[in-house]
């Protein structure tokens, strides 16, 4: 009678041993690492970082454009940028919430800017009545010259 010869049990060929699976582990690991450290390198080179803001040109245009109770849209600074005209004032705000930068909607059924991302609200006057958001919607300053809407800051 022979004795059955002494094998090492074969791991299962589908399921990989313990050893196995923490070097995928590890490899996989360094693998994705790399890959992130890689994108975010072709990322700065192929996207530089713009520092700071575009410099900021005075928008400009016909007061009769923004009849009493409307508004107008523009990108002030690089910007989304909105101007409301009341009864009695126009006023211009930045469009980028101040908690973390989504674009905020203005909605004039209820008179304020709405921003979906974490559902910040502000009233008219650009401050903040509900939401994360820390301060204000930034303003700008506007002045009517000769029936010219002129938002930003002019020399
Ligand atoms: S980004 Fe607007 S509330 Fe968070």
């Known amino acids: 009678m022979t004795e059955p010869e ?5 791991p299962h060929p589908e399921k990989p041993s313990a050893f ?9 690991g360094i693998a994705a690492v790399g890959a992130a450290w890689a994108g975010a390198l072709l990322q700065t080179r192929l996207f530089p970082v713009q520092t700071g ?3 900021a040109q005075p928008v400009q245009f016909p007061l009769s454009e923004l009849p009493v109770g409307t508004t107008r849209q523009i990108t002030y600074a690089g910007q989304p940028a909105i ?19 989504c674009t905020v909607e203005w909605q004039a059924a209820n008179l304020e ?8 609200r502000f ?33």
């Not at 002494?6 to 074969?10: F, L, R, S």
Request: proline share 10%; hydrophobic share 35%.
């Open 83 to 101: 101007v409301l005209r009341t009864p009695e004032s126009i006023k211009a705000f930045s469009l980028i919430c101040t908690h973390l930068g």
């Open 20 to 28: 196995t699976a923490r070097r995928n582990f590890i490899q996989f």
């Open 6 to 10: 002494e094998t090492t049990p074969e």
């Open 53 to 55: 803001v575009a410099e």
């Open 113 to 120: 800017f709405y921003c979906p991302c974490h559902d910040g």
């Open 123 to 155: 009233d008219q006057f650009g401050e903040v009545t509900a939401g994360p958001p820390p301060v204000p919607l930034e303003s700008y300053p506007v002045q009517v010259v000769d029936d010219q809407v002129i938002v930003g800051e002019t020399a």
